[in-house]
């Protein structure tokens, strides 16, 4: 086929032209491959082998267990922080941050009585909170996704909360969907593609029966259940798949490949020698002949505990035994110890540095493996955390946040919590942004350490003296809580403090007395000296 003349100087524009005047991502005929259609995936076979691979994989293991420590630790804490310039708008400032300050303190009392205690909280009462949001994360991630809903208890008229493996999300026999709509994976959507109810599917005694969870109340309108995923999922997808469903054949042959190694070892180490035959010797000789009658002293038969038969030269064999039975030119060789492989470490760690890439972990902290250099370091911890301040608020937002909102609300309907403005506001879609001041939350995770805390604070004090950064970003960056948070708590322990009578050091001038008579600054020492001598 001859090349048009027009396209003898752009070789790319020629292929595209035989490919119909398209680019479709090849560089040349067939570069990409044939085009596979993954409309349709096997959640059921993917969570079965991701579980499966948690149970025996080491490798799997360590890393959902290295994310759930780091994420979860312990369970994120509610820092309630009630948006005082929405509630009260026409009050003074100040009065108004005592406000919010002082309503914040009472949730977060509420919510943490009610979180702690397993027989209120969990639906099953022996979880707490922390509890809770581990065993969400772990089955989300082994799992690939599940539901989380809210039953409201008889006595206490406070929601219990149970979480539903997705494994249990099944679609019923014979089930008709209202008209118009349809349910795919368990998951059932009304005529505009919303999730409307999950069909939980449970067995006692051999008895399987389905029970039917509406994602909303038909009246009140308010959440009931609602799907929380272990990973990234497209906006059209029904279920989520497996953390480590893209990573499950490497992980399992990197396993596989670990045990033959293994295994390999402990052959070689059960094979102790050999003969090597020197000369013409074709006679077999028997190095171990005699060896016991040599080893003994004076001949005598130890009694009780040597077994009879051919293995008693074994059994008294100690180390610095010498062979002097060997025939002439025979030699006695040790067996190459070259297992496991030498480069198996390279290997595995190439593999498991691939994995924590595409997932966005360092592999030191993947791995647990840190050098001594404090920048290379540093920066392995700052890109962790990277991930964790947003996984962090993606579980937050997840789960955290809904169950949280979901206790308030119903707090403050049976009476429990007063809430100004916040009943009035509830019926009234209008009134949203006093709904949302009232349940504004802040979350926080584990507050990893820093490399060096010294040249971490001093590099942060250096910024703020000049004018690089501001007191908010640095107070993030150093404990997670904003500005703000940290300046409403520290007046809260001050004035805790006062009553107390304790007086921090920081307080104190360079006699070690009390700089200043109260917590705050303004009021001076005696007699108009500020007591410090220039110097907190």
């Known amino acids: 086929m001859a090349m048009p003349e027009k396209t003898l100087n752009n070789y790319g524009v020629y292929l595209r032209a035989l490919a119909g005047d398209s680019w479709n991502g090849s560089k040349f005929a067939g570069s990409f491959g044939p085009i596979d259609d993954f409309t ?39 820092s309630p922080v009630p948006e005082s310039s929405i509630i009260w708008p026409k009050e003074d400032p100040t009065a108004r941050e005592e406000k919010g300050v002082r309503f914040g303190e009472e949730i977060s009392t509420q919510f943490n009585l009610y979180a702690n205690t397993p027989t209120v909280f969990d639906w099953g009462k022996h979880r707490n909170f922390g509890e809770f949001q581990a065993q969400v994360r772990f089955e989300s991630l082994v799992c690939g996704d599940g539901i989380i809903i809210s039953r409201i208890d008889k006595d206490t008229q406070l929601p219990r909360w149970q979480w539903v493996n997705g494994d249990n999300i099944r679609t019923p026999d014979n089930y008709s969907c209202p008209p118009g709509g349809y349910i795919k994976h368990g998951v059932e959507f009304d005529k505009n593609g919303k999730k409307i109810a999950f069909h939980v599917r449970s067995e006692v005694n051999g008895t399987v029966t389905y029970e039917r969870v509406p994602v909303r109340g038909k009246h009140s309108g308010r959440l009931i259940s609602w799907m929380v995923y272990g990973s990234e999922t497209l906006l059209d997808d029904t279920r989520g798949e497996p953390f480590l469903a893209d990573t499950l054949y490497m992980l399992k042959d990197l396993d596989r490949y670990r045990d033959a190694e293994t295994r390999a070892a402990v052959v070689n180490a059960m094979l102790a020698y050999f003969i090597e035959r020197g000369g013409n010797n074709t006679t077999f000789t028997r190095p171990t002949d005699g060896l016991a009658s040599r080893l003994r002293p004076n001949n005598i038969e130890p009694k009780g505990y040597m077994e009879e038969g051919p293995r008693q030269e074994i059994k008294i064999t100690e180390p610095g035994t010498i062979y002097d039975n060997l025939l002439p030119g025979d030699h006695i060789q040790s067996f190459q110890t070259n297992r496991p492989n030498v480069n198996y470490s390279t290997f595995e760690q190439a593999v498991l540095s691939a994995l924590a890439w595409t997932h966005g972990i360092p592999p030191e902290i993947l791995m647990l493996k840190f050098g001594s250099n404090y920048s290379a370091s540093r920066q392995a911890n700052n890109e962790f955390e990277v991930y964790l301040s947003r996984q962090v608020k993606k579980n937050a937002d997840d789960f955290c946040q809904q169950i949280y909102e979901q206790f308030v609300t119903q707090a403050v309907l049976t009476g429990q919590l007063n809430l100004p403005g916040f009943i009035g506001a509830y019926n009234d879609v209008s009134k949203w942004r006093m709904i949302s001041a009232w349940l504004s939350c802040a979350w926080i995770g584990l507050n990893r350490p820093a490399v060096d805390r010294q040249k971490e604070v001093s590099a942060s004090q250096t910024a703020l003296d000049n004018g690089l950064s501001t007191f908010d970003i640095e107070a993030r960056r150093t404990c997670g809580l904003s500005f703000a948070q940290v300046m409403q708590t520290q007046k809260r322990e001050r004035e805790l403090m006062e009553r107390m009578g304790f007086t921090p050091h920081v307080d104190e001038d360079n006699n070690g007395k009390p700089a200043y008579s109260s917590g705050n600054k303004d009021d001076g020492g005696e007699d108009g000296d500020d007591g410090n001598n220039g110097a907190i």
Do not use: P
Request: proline share 0%.
């Open 40 to 78: 349709f995936v096997d959640y059921w076979t993917l969570r079965k082998r991701s579980l499966r691979l948690f149970r025996e994989n080491i490798y799997a293991k360590g890393i959902i267990r290295r994310l759930i420590w780091n994420e979860i630790h312990t369970g994120l804490v509610a």
